[in-house]
């Protein structure tokens, strides 16, 4: 984890990565996601912790779950948000990422949610900041921190002990952000057993993550699994076309009902979206009585409050 990820007295300053934070703060993240849940169930007008307080949206990439979910967070809490505008800002004429945060803090700016096609951005602006908080909504292929939280609230709510479960991640993990997150978290909350498979060349480095079991056959990582991550394949992110033929891609590796009933009898099917159906996941596993993947997205803006809440000290 970035040593400007926590202030001197050990609070969380940004959130760049999960990666080092620790389990006492992902589950601190996880617990106060669950109070504010409940706090604004059913509509419920919940505690206006950031009132006064601005955020801004910085999202040099295209995004619909991510920034509705951090706008709708921010706004339930009673902040105000700024959508900054790339294409028609000044970093179009040449003005430096920097220069531009410091602009923003200038205004009295109190947080940026930060999404950027390059690793290290996030990070690159929290060395920059003087006051304000940088939430990373996503950066290249490195890390997604907020999916990873809202994955694991997810799966914490069926299954509160991690120890006992095995956990499958199916498709494109090399060029995944939303798969390093994830493994980062279910490693730090100590997940039984942690499996990895996709074709070869989609899969990392073996030694990037060593306490994951690697799968060639889907059917054999799906044996016993009790909840199923499927990802979809990120062809913006490879730099050349390293799957040809999805139709063979879905045989292979596609969930399907059929391919489902080798997983455990009530295993969680999981997706980060946007999904892909018919290529990664079957249209009626994504929409069946195992998938959980709407609850993800729901569960994205108790996340997203409790890290915004968290870092500004509310």
């Given at each position: 984890?970035?040593?400007?990820?926590?202030?001197?007295?050990?609070?969380?300053?940004?959130?760049?990565?999960?990666e080092g934070l620790g389990r006492q703060h992902i589950e601190d993240l996880l617990d106060r996601a669950c109070e504010l849940r409940l706090a604004f169930a059913d509509g419920a007008c919940g505690p206006q912790l950031l009132r006064g307080r601005t955020i801004v949206n910085l999202f040099f990439e295209?995004?619909?779950?991510?920034?509705?979910?951090?706008?709708?967070?921010?706004?339930?809490?009673?902040?105000?948000?700024?959508n900054f505008e790339m294409s028609s800002s000044s970093t179009s004429k040449g003005e430096t990422l920097e220069d531009t945060l410091a602009t923003l803090e200038a205004m009295q700016a109190d947080a940026f949610v930060v999404r950027h096609r390059?690793?290290?951005?996030?990070?690159?602006?929290?060395?920059?900041?003087?006051?304000?908080?940088?939430?990373?909504a996503g950066d290249g292929n490195h890390a997604h921190p907020t999916q990873g939280l809202l994955d694991a609230l997810t799966i914490r709510d069926r299954h509160p002990d991690f120890s006992r479960l095995k956990v499958t991640?199916?498709?494109?993990?090399?060029?995944?952000?939303?798969?390093?997150?994830?493994?980062?978290?279910?490693?730090?909350?100590?997940?039984?057993e942690i499996r990895l498979c996709g074709p070869a060349a989609l899969m990392?480095?073996?030694?990037?993550?060593?306490?994951?079991?690697?799968f060639e056959d889907f059917d054999d990582a799906l044996s016993g699994s009790d909840v199923l991550i499927m990802l979809r394949l990120q062809r913006e992110r490879m730099a050349e076309a390293?799957?040809?033929?999805?139709?063979?891609?879905?045989r292979r590796f596609g969930l399907t009902s059929e391919r489902l009933r080798h997983a455990a009898p009530e295993?969680?099917?999981?997706?980060?979206?946007?999904?892909?159906?018919?290529?990664?996941i079957a249209a009626d596993v994504a929409d069946g009585p195992q998938s959980v993947i709407l609850e993800q997205v729901s569960n994205g803006i108790p996340v997203r409050m409790a890290a915004l809440a968290s870092l500004l000290g509310a």
């Open positions: 984890m970035s040593e400007h990820a926590l202030d001197s007295n050990g609070r969380l300053r940004h959130l760049i990565t999960l295209a995004s619909t779950r991510t920034r509705s979910s951090f706008e709708l967070a921010a706004r339930r809490l009673g902040a105000t948000v700024l390059e690793n290290g951005t996030p990070e690159r602006l929290a060395r920059h900041a003087k006051r304000a908080a940088v939430l990373n991640l199916c498709g494109d993990i090399r060029h995944s952000r939303v798969a390093r997150s994830d493994l980062h978290v279910l490693g730090a909350l100590g997940t039984g990392p480095p073996v030694d990037e993550f060593p306490g994951c079991r690697v390293l799957v040809s033929d999805e139709a063979e891609y879905f295993a969680l099917v999981m997706h980060p979206g946007p999904m892909n159906r018919g290529i990664e």
